[in-house]
């Protein structure tokens, strides 16, 4: 249904302050969360944002990039564009941009190793020149699979986002947000081949023509038992670190019902007891602590009722959401803490005519809970309003004689009837005379 006007409603309910036009009060602000630059925060089951900080700000990916380039090899996997048993050799090219400081897993020129061995490699222990080596082997040089990267990039919404290469090492205009970040791992978490290469905390490799077998082990803290920092309930997803970046960790955590995605970026080096693996799970503790799913806004609430011209025996009608809004939010909060937007598709300029279907979308409703926003969801009708004949009939009436034209034809046929009539009657008095003439010369 087209939008030709549009009147917006602002209804504030405030129910600890009381005051129109004050911020609502939350129980618990924010997360004790000092040190990360960039933070993302969000509810894996939706994809609703719960807590960001500085999420469009330009940062230096480190190894999250890592994140796109596994992203697209699963997809390549499920192309059939590569196997998971491929053996791929190691070439010249891949190892052209390594650094000594950067971590690795030592391959050499010639050495073949599995594709899946590979994939491991560069997501467990963010072995650069396996990344490499995945790049090539898909996409058949390193600048096209860095194309791919940034194409990919785009389509998933990640439009602050720029790749120069597979691993992320520090390079000029290798540039992201946590909120891109965050948009990239939404949708690669989601991916059941994808979760295999990330859930795991080691995972061994068969021998090469240059190495022995061996296993490869997660960098992860969170996810490792025997660690100090280990998280019950935390798995994957990715580890960085360059100097210019800091370090980074993006990662997932269930707890009951309740599962999250965290990215938390640019945590320096430095601050006694202070880092990515603790910064994360502070931003856990204070979710799984603090927030419940709520129903926030159910579908079967009418949030307002509208005027409807020509209906049958209906002069208003209700407006409903299309589906209900659950989310995860501080416990004890309601609708009436949110503040609502409604959006009316129809007013006294653009008035809603019957017949209207259950279902059809005459507005729309946005909630806004302090910094967190709900929707647009679609407002719909909550009832059917049949056709009145009777007042169709008698507006089509109206808007008939109200027609200037109309009105001239009508005028100008009354005026041709009169002049019927008078001459009619003109033209029967002069018959008679004659009648009258002749029967008197007779």
Known sequence: MKKRHIFTLFTIFLLITGLVGSAIALPVSRPSVEAADAIVLADLNTGDIIFAQNEHNPIHPASTTKIMTALLAVEALERGDVNINDMVATSETALADMIEAGSAIGLEVGEEMTFEALLFASMLISANDATNVIAEHIAGSIDNFVQMMNDRARELGALNTTFRNPHGLTQDGHMTTAYDIFRISYFAVSLPRFADLYSMQERPFRATNERPAGIFTSTNRLTDPDADGYYPGASGVKTGFTQAAGMCLVSTATRDDISLLAVVMGVPTGIDGVNHFTETAALYDWAFENLTYTELLPATLEITRIPISLGDGRE????????????????????????????????????????????????????????????????????????????????????????????????????LVLLYIVYAVNHAAKKRKKRRERMARK
């Open 316 to 415: 208003t009608i209700g407006l409903r959401p299309a589906n209900a809004v659950n989310a995860l939010v501080f416990e004890g909060m309601s609708l009436q803490d949110a503040r609502q937007e409604v959006t009316l598709f129809y007013d006294d300029d653009n008035p809603l005519i019957a017949p209207v279907n259950q279902g059809d979308i005459l507005g729309e409703i946005t909630l806004h809970y302090g910094d967190r926003t709900f929707g647009p969801i679609p407002l719909v009708a909550a009832e059917n309003v049949a056709l009145s004949r009777t007042a169709y009939m008698r507006q089509e009436l109206e808007s008939t004689l109200g027609n200037i034209w109309v009105l001239v034809v009508i005028v100008v046929l009354v005026l």
